[in-house]
């Protein structure tokens, strides 16, 4: 599980395969966070705040103008079927901060140099101090 992490951490450099590091495979989406045209969801809302998170995404797709041909709780029982909440791998556990137990010192570490600001700049650490 170390070699895995490790590999996400610092992508393959030399491969014929494109994959970044941690840090340079966010930085595409960075600049999103800053346009009003997007609304940033983290997957701990999905967890933690589901209802609420996908009335949110509702009533913000309806502000754009977008007309549903079903009641709220149809496009809620929509939305949760097309999650795969049951089957999906991203969904499993359905906790958050699971990474935490894989990360030994070294991969903490690690992964401070290559993409720590990233987890500060997302509000996720206030500093290195995790």
């Given amino acids: ?18 994959f970044p590091n941690s840090g340079q495979r966010f930085l595409p989406y960075y600049s999103w966070l800053k346009d009003p045209g997007v609304v940033p969801l983290r997957f701990e809302y999905f967890i933690l705040e ?18 549903f041909n079903a009641s709220r709780d149809e496009l809620i029982s929509g939305m949760q079927a097309g999650m795969g909440l049951r089957t999906s791998y991203t969904f499993r556990k359905r906790n958050t901060g699971d990474w935490k137990v894989h990360f030994n010192e070294s991969l903490r570490k690690l992964f401070k140099q290559v993409a720590g600001e990233l987890l500060i700049d997302l509000g996720y650490e206030e500093d290195f101090n995790w």
């Avoid at 589901?50 to 007309?67: A, C, E, Q, R, V």
């Fill in 1 to 18: 599980m170390d070699e895995r992490i490790n590999t996400s951490i610092l992508g393959i450099p030399e491969s014929q395969v494109d």
């Fill in 50 to 67: 589901l209802d609420k998170t996908l009335n949110f995404i509702i009533d913000n797709l309806i502000k754009i103008g977008i007309d």
